[in-house]
């Protein structure tokens, strides 16, 4: 499996600052309290993903992630996929444990 720079590690958080598209403001998002999220990653949320009788998850861009693999820990595409079927998508850690969305044309 291929390791990036920067450790992903996925842990619980109060609060995730983001930045809006156009970078003027940061603004506070409460949906996201006490979720499960991926550390350096919430330029990738897409929002939350809410069920009957299941755990709120935070649902991630699947293009975005490996994007940024590429872009900020200079993978290839394969050692991005690579990297994020096993460490991020293959890593359970409950029924939190963060969604990601794959659009028809990913």
Known sequence: HVRSRRQRQMCIRDRITLTRKDGMANVKHE???????????D???????????????VCYSFKKVIAKLMRED??????ALEHFYYNMIGSYVGESTPVFLFKEND
């Open 31 to 41: 949906m996201y309290d006490g979720l499960l999220v991926m550390d350096a990653y």
């Open 43 to 57: 330029d990738c949320i897409l929002g939350v993903v809410k069920g009957c009788g299941g755990e709120d998850k």
């Open 74 to 79: 200079e993978m290839t595409e394969e050692d």
